[in-house]
């Protein structure tokens, strides 16, 4: 009979708020919807029918039918997957560009830090929105001219801010001691103090989502982005502008579903950075 003591594995309580499970209830919607929404949607929607166009909400259409007679919800919900994967790619691109330009910096010599970083200075200088319009607009109106100017111009912020992280990173106590053994700078960066940095990156990645949403639907709705007739929310709006004033809910249903991702995303990146920070945490 064993005399030492009995030793309880205490798991520690994850406590999610409303907030939180509200969060995470729309954040697994939209990935449902971007991810079966277009095999679930019947195939009348792709089609025209005039002798059904512009009808209010009713039974048969919950959101009303647009311009073409095709049902606005099938069509809002088919849209989460070209709008929302259109934002996750940008985002993606943007930070692998970024966390590339950052690496290079803080690992190399001085003086290529300081280019790199005045590159991005000036960057950060130009009003993002205005370069990506001129950039798609050099491309030609489409979603790839879109998707390729926010990829272009997102890059800087991302860059900053993991370049600053990773020089931090460098003064800790594991850094000194690689250096005491001989590991080499680009094996240290790139092995040790890259992956200790990164997890900054994932709150600014989560809740850059919401927002480059915004700016893809803007440059769709200006003309510069994805054309109608495609699902891209943007590109509804702006094929539904016109009816305004007699067809309200052709404009409204594309503009609820913009509003609710980008607060969605934005309000899961302010969980990540609390559950990452415990003084974030303990002072809500």
Request: contains cysteine; positive net charge.
């Amino acid at each position: 009979m064993s005399l030492a003591p009995a030793i309880r594995m205490r798991t520690p309580r994850v406590k999610i708020s409303f907030q939180g499970a509200c969060v995470s209830l729309l954040i697994a919607l939209l990935v449902f919807a971007a991810l079966f929404g277009p095999m679930l949607a019947p195939e009348a929607i792709y089609r025209s029918d005039i002798l059904s166009s512009l009808q209010p909400p009713s039974a048969a259409h919950w959101l009303g039918t647009d311009d073409q007679g095709r049902d606005v919800l099938w069509r809002v919900i088919v849209g989460t997957r070209t709008t929302l994967l259109s934002a996750i790619a940008i985002v993606t691109a943007y930070s692998l560009i970024g966390v590339a330009v950052a690496t290079i910096a803080a690992s190399g010599p001085r003086w290529l830090d300081e280019a790199l970083m005045r590159v991005t200075d000036v960057g950060l200088s130009l009003p993002s929105m205005i370069v990506a319009l001129g950039f798609a607009a050099a491309l030609g109106p489409s979603l790839q001219s879109a998707i390729i100017a926010q990829s272009i111009t997102g890059w800087p912020i991302t860059a900053r801010i993991l370049r600053n992280v990773m020089h931090q990173t460098m003064e800790a106590p594991f850094v000194a001691g690689a250096h005491v053994i001989g590991v080499s700078r680009w094996r240290l960066m790139t092995r040790h103090v890259l992956p200790n940095s990164l997890d900054v990156l994932i709150v600014k990645w989560t809740s850059d989502i919401g927002g480059t949403v915004l700016i893809l639907s803007s440059l769709s709705f200006i003309g510069v982005g994805a054309q109608p007739p495609s699902t891209e929310w943007g590109a509804m709006i702006a094929g539904a502008r016109g009816y305004v004033s007699t067809a309200w809910w052709t404009v409204l249903a594309p503009g609820i579903a913009l509003a609710i991702t980008s607060v969605a995303f934005g309000l899961l990146g302010d969980m990540i950075q609390a559950w990452r920070d415990p003084s974030l945490r303990e002072s809500r």
